[in-house]
């Protein structure tokens, strides 16, 4: 499986960064005049519900764009794991609380997609943990989650988090945790765990969230968006 991997990698990664640069320049639209680039919610298989937090996505672009001075496309897209679209996107987020599957072609998708320079934060909505850590071995089997320390620059790019992820919603009395996956050095993909972080992002009528949690969580979103953005 590994051999299989790394010589389909060595094979396609001079191509796939061809192809991210060209195809990056096709995200950028204008809106008012003002150039913008668009970031994406991934669709996948499997029954979970891909499609929760209809409003954390536009809610956390319009936060960075106010405050870190971002132009991101107020209305994100909707992009399949296994699409080559998924390469006009330098951000991708998944979230979900059920079952989630990749077949061979999208986890080949998702990690050339990562590997050519693309990001993935990954929000457990609350029963995603055992789908998506399948899922993600299917696409990194020689990886493993890493929980990330709060020193990382992820919890203080724009905003200071000295004790890591915000706690927005109770579940199992856990505490956050946030992982990685890091390949020769770069994190591709961000992790949150037992935090429902893009919960907060919604309007705070969808689950009475307070409007600190809310700021809280997207404090932490636009952390991550301008980690992302800096690289």
Known sequence: MKKSYNKTYISSK???????????MTAVVTVNGQSTIK??????????????NPTSLPNLIEFCNENLGTTINPEPATVEVGSTDI????????TGHGNIQFNDEEAQNLRTYLLS?????????????????????????ELEFVELPFTHPIYHSKYKFPDGLPKIHEHDNKPPQGFGLIWEGRLICFYTYECDLGDGWEHTSVHNDTQEAHLQALKMGANIISYVFSR
């Open 14 to 24: 001079v191509r796939a960064i061809i192809l991210v640069i060209g195809i990056l």
């Open 39 to 52: 970031i994406a919610l991934i669709k996948y298989a499997g029954g979970g519900d891909w499609y929760a």
């Open 87 to 94: 390469y006009a996107y330098p951000f991708v987020h998944l």
């Open 117 to 141: 320079g693309g990001f993935l934060h990954i929000d457990d909505n609350y029963g995603l943990d055992k789908h998506i850590r399948v899922a993600m071995k299917k696409v990194f089997p």
